[in-house]
């Protein structure tokens, strides 16, 4: 008698069991269930506002069948207005299929005269698995405390490491009381980061009941950055009130051209009217392959000055090419020292100029005959002498 005793009380446990779990299933925020067919939830049922705001509830709709669910909302406040939206549009029914949730705006518009106070009401899906109801709230307030809000227009911006980050960030105050911000960045090493309002540097902003403003945040560099990204933690809090933002700023790698002689040396020699070759080193000491480069040069008047090759597809970073420099000074050019500037532009890089030394001889050939026209000058001077002095 004592183990049938046993057993009934066990499956009448079960049996109690069984009818209390679906009550928890219905209870708080859970999503609501008619027939396990269809699915409606709120991820957030409740909400906070002020007089005057609109509220704006995201539901869901699941199934495991394809229905279409009728929408409806019971237990209004009288005053309120309520309309679904889906993709812009107001909506009375969605199309739900297994496996793809829809999802629906439910807004609520609140009366100008509303008293602050906690409402309640219900959204309601009927499809054609039965009915479903989501509980949901509006708690009125006649003022809401301080809320801030980060919105930015490109959280990421691609430069070199002699690039400026300039960062175009809204800052709101979602409260109904004025609050004074706090700004600060947690940038990685190598990073100044400075916040700008209308052109000014501050460190804090003042922001009145639902204002906004737009901020400048720069993140400059001052050292020389390996290519890569680096996140900047940006804080903004006025009292209790706090927003965060995150910015990437990718440091992309720079070439960086230095141009010389093979020896290290930057002169030469060159001879009146003739071509003389000189052998140059187009270095790149970057971070990134230097791409077209093309050469050129500044010559006096009268050179002639060019290079082979005179465009070098790329040299890569850390590598070195060697060019040859042909110069040709003008047949008018005198003995001396002139300067012809060297330039190195590549495709996406600065450009890299500098100046070599050429020193002009005349031809030895020409010399000989200028020794031969002088030795026939005194030759001739010396004759008239000897044959005029004898008179």
């Not at 409740?46 to 007089?51: L, P």
């Not at 207005?81 to 609520?108: C, M």
């Not at 400026?164 to 960045?185: I, S």
């Not at 141009?259 to 971070?287: C, F, P």
Request: glycine residues 8%.
């Amino acid at each position: 008698m004592r183990k049938a005793a046993s057993i009934v009380s066990l499956v009448s446990l079960i049996v109690l069991l069984a009818g209390v779990v679906p009550v928890f299933a219905q209870g708080g925020d859970q999503p609501q269930e008619a027939g396990q067919g269809l699915v409606f939830f709120a991820k957030y049922p409740s909400h906070e506002v002020a007089i005057g705001d609109t509220v704006m509830f995201d539901l869901t709709l699941r199934a495991t069948t394809p229905q279409t669910v009728r929408l409806d909302v019971d237990g209004l406040p009288e005053g309120w207005t309520a309309t679904f939206r889906g993709s812009g549009k107001i909506v009375h029914a969605v199309y739900v299929e297994p496996g793809n949730d829809a999802s629906v705006d439910l807004r609520i518009e609140l009366p100008s005269d509303v008293e602050p106070n906690t409402y309640q009401f219900s959204a309601v899906a009927r499809g054609a698995e039965g009915e479903v109801s989501v509980p949901l709230e509006v708690i009125v307030q006649e003022k809401l405390p301080p809320s801030l809000q980060f919105d930015v227009d490109l959280p990421t911006l691609r430069g070199t490491s002699n690039t400026t980050f300039r960062f175009n960030v809204t800052l709101k105050n979602e409260g109904d009381e004025e609050t004074t911000v706090n700004l600060v960045a947690d940038a990685p090493p190598g990073f100044e980061v400075t916040f700008k309002l209308t052109g000014q540097e501050v460190t804090s902003v003042l922001l009145g009941a639902n204002e906004s403003k737009r901020l400048s945040v720069e993140a400059r560099p001052y050292t020389e950055l390996p290519a890569g990204s680096y996140p900047i933690d940006v804080v903004a809090q006025g009292g209790e009130a706090v927003a965060s933002i995150t910015l990437t700023a990718e440091v992309t790698g720079q070439p960086d051209l230095n141009v010389t002689g093979v020896d290290g040396r930057l002169s030469g020699q060159a001879y009146v009217g003739r071509e003389t070759t000189l052998k140059l080193l187009i270095q790149n000491t970057g971070s990134a392959p230097a791409r077209g480069v093309e050469l050129s040069a500044s010559q006096p008047s009268g050179w002639k000055v060019e290079f082979d090759p005179q465009q070098i597809d790329e040299i890569p970073a850390g590598d070195q090419v060697e060019v040859t420099m042909k110069v040709r000074p003008s047949q008018q050019a005198i003995a001396g020292d002139y300067m012809v500037t060297v330039r190195a532009r590549p495709e996406d890089g600065a450009t890299e100029s500098v100046d070599f030394r050429i020193t002009v001889k005349t031809s030895t050939m020409w010399g000989l005959v200028g020794v031969a026209i002088i030795a026939v000058a005194v030759f001739v001077v010396a004759q008239a002498v000897m044959r005029f002095g004898r008179r």
